[in-house]
């Protein structure tokens, strides 16, 4: 019902990136009641942490914070008056987000941040830096662990000079960032979800059309809150699980495809908030609901199947990815010019784009150069024609 929703508001791309955040909310409102039912632990014996963060990597204007607004802003926002504590912020630091503490004419003030005022949120923050340049650094000193531990244990803690900070949150981020390289090692890596979207020229045909019915449409309260209720009566039955049933055909899928185990941790995670959020339960002897039942259906498959390659490709770096596309778009090869004045339209500029073309040319060699043409790997030239 949230997408037919989604689709009666005219928004874009509803199959693709609306299931992400729908399955990183059931993963919040699992993860809370796993804290005191504990049906799902870790290897300490402690109840593992089921939290399922988003980071939408797109360019500028490519629907990084419309999806979040769709969700999280406003009264009609699809998580809007369900049970769940939601917050959406335009910016904010990492002190903001997990707090601080600062000397006041030589008395400690403790300033809490949104981590620990909405311990129990999903926090939608548009522009969050904190978090993607944590990702992109490559030295554990540099990092602000305290953010780190917010967003991989929830167990806060950070010694300052005018007093520590000390607590547990239950958070679960969603935001965007510009198309970068993240490094995915890190525990922080097993707790997002990456969707990605390079957009060709008929997506960004797709998006003015759906930018010209702003202003046009009306939404049908009814509807909304019909998908409320159904998302009250979801959380009163995730209130009864006891027990996982995690699908044996994820686990062969999985080694059909060798992912790494710390990437099966957080396609695991995707799969148990898709079946969630699909009401996939099953009776537990006589108690009702006491079974999550992950299934492996071939939506959750193409769901899990379409986050591991975007993992590959944030991993490897999403503004080759960028390059790539436009590539394609003009049929496997173009001229620098051409191809520098298209990124333009990923947000860059003239000297961003000929450094990205000559590490992609030059240094790493992922796209071959002839003159002032570049070409897609693979593609042939004819002695005739010049080019096939």
Known sequence: MILEELRERKCAYVDRYPPYYIASAGCHELN???QSAEFFLDQNGEPENLRLHTIFCAPPGCSKTFWINQFLRGKYAILGDTGIDITLEATLTGAGFVGTTRFNQGE???????????????????????????????????LDNALLLALDS?????????????????????????PSRFDLSSGLGRRFCFLEFMPTLKDFRILTLATRH?????????????????????RERMANIKAVDIDTKFYEYMDDKEVRHIEEVVLKRLLMG?????????NRGHQKDGILDARFDPTARGLIERQHQWRLNVQRGSEFSQVMIILEDCGGK????????????YG???????????????????????????FLPGYK???????I
Not at 156 to 178: F, N
Not at 227 to 233: A, K, Q, S
Not at 274 to 282: L, V
Not at 381 to 387: Q, S
């Open 32 to 34: 809370l009641v796993n």
């Open 108 to 142: 400690s003030i403790r300033e809490p941040g949104l981590a620990e005022v909405h311990q129990k949120a999903i926090i939608g923050i548009e522009e969050f830096s904190a978090v993607t340049t944590m990702f992109k650094t490559s030295h554990s000193g540099e």
């Open 154 to 178: 929830g167990y806060v803690y950070k010694r300052l000079a005018a007093g520590p900070i000390k607590y547990r949150t239950y958070v679960t981020l969603q935001t965007g960032s510009q």
């Open 214 to 234: 702003l202003g046009q449409l009306t939404v049908n309260p009814t509807r909304t809150h019909q998908i409320r209720m159904g998302i009250r009566n979801l």
């Open 274 to 282: 898709y079946a969630a959020m699909r009401g996939y339960f099953k």
């Open 334 to 345: 173009a001229a620098i010019p051409i191809l520098r004045e298209r990124l333009l339209d």
């Open 348 to 374: 860059m500029d003239y000297g961003q784009a000929s450094d990205l073309i000559y590490q992609m040319t030059d240094r790493l060699r992922l796209i071959r150069k002839k003159g002032n043409v570049v």
């Open 381 to 387: 030239e004819d002695i005739t024609n010049n080019v």
